[in-house]
């Protein structure tokens, strides 16, 4: 079974930093476009970041200071988050696209929620 | 960049049909996804490439997309369909993936 589960949240202060795990299991990720989506509380979806091969794609509100990693080793996703704003609270996301750039995304982790506040 | 508007809420009696709308100028031209997600949980794709389903998602939903406007339709619509419903496309100008606004389906 494709399984994805996220780790790496909690509570960190305005400025700070935090990275976010995503563990795959049941297929290999560097084979795959992967993606990170959040959700803040109480609002929509917003796409943050992809990657496939050496291939990186940020939304606007987090280029150049969130990035996404993978360890093949391990065969796990990561996300940086440096300079974090209270705007960056949300539920956050990994998730597995179909085949390629512009599919849908198939299978999702279970989300680790990041909270920015003093 | 581009923007994608779908109706806060949608309210069908059971057995009726829901129909959720996704706007976007020309988005027929583009690709559009649907997900599930209910309280508390990740979200779960219902249809993708604009009228295809995973295994497992039942044939009462389905989609179209044409002109500034995509549809997920469920028919039949049974209390476990009652969930928020987003739609995503991928845009290629600007290399973002972009999801609607969200719709809030109640089942009566």
């Known amino acids: 079974e494709v399984q994805l589960v996220d780790s790496g949240g909690g509570l960190v202060q305005p400025a700070g930093s935090l990275r976010l795990s995503c563990a795959g299991s049941?297929?290999?990720?560097?084979?795959?476009?992967m993606n990170w989506v959040r959700q803040a509380p109480g609002k929509g979806l917003q796409w943050v970041a992809q990657m496939y091969s050496g291939q990186t794609y940020y939304a606007d509100a987090v280029k150049g200071r969130f990035t996404i990693s993978r360890d093949d080793s391990k065969n796990t996703l990561y996300l940086q988050m440096n300079s974090l704003r209270p705007e960056d609270t949300a539920v956050y996301y990994c998730?597995?696209?179909?085949w390629g750039s512009g599919d849908a995304f198939d299978v999702w982790g279970q989300g680790t929620m990041v909270t920015v506040s003093s | 960049s581009y923007v994608v508007t779908q109706p806060p809420s949608v309210s069908v009696a059971p057995g009726q049909t829901a129909s959720i709308t996704c706007g976007g100028n020309n988005i027929g031209r583009k690709v559009a996804h649907w997900y599930q997600q209910k309280p508390g949980q990740a979200p779960v794709l219902v249809v993708f490439?604009?009228?295809d389903r995973p295994s497992g998602i039942p044939e009462r939903f389905s989609g179209s997309n044409s002109g500034n406007t995509a549809t997920l339709t469920i028919s039949g619509v049974e209390a476990g369909d009652e969930a928020d419903y987003y739609c995503?496309?991928?845009?290629?100008?600007?290399?973002?993936?972009?999801f609607g606004t969200g719709t809030t389906v109640t089942v009566l």
């Open positions: 995503q496309v991928w845009d290629s100008d600007s290399e973002h993936y972009v």
């Open positions: 049941g297929f290999v990720m560097n084979s795959d476009y």
């Open positions: 998730a597995k696209s179909r």
């Open positions: 490439n604009d009228n």
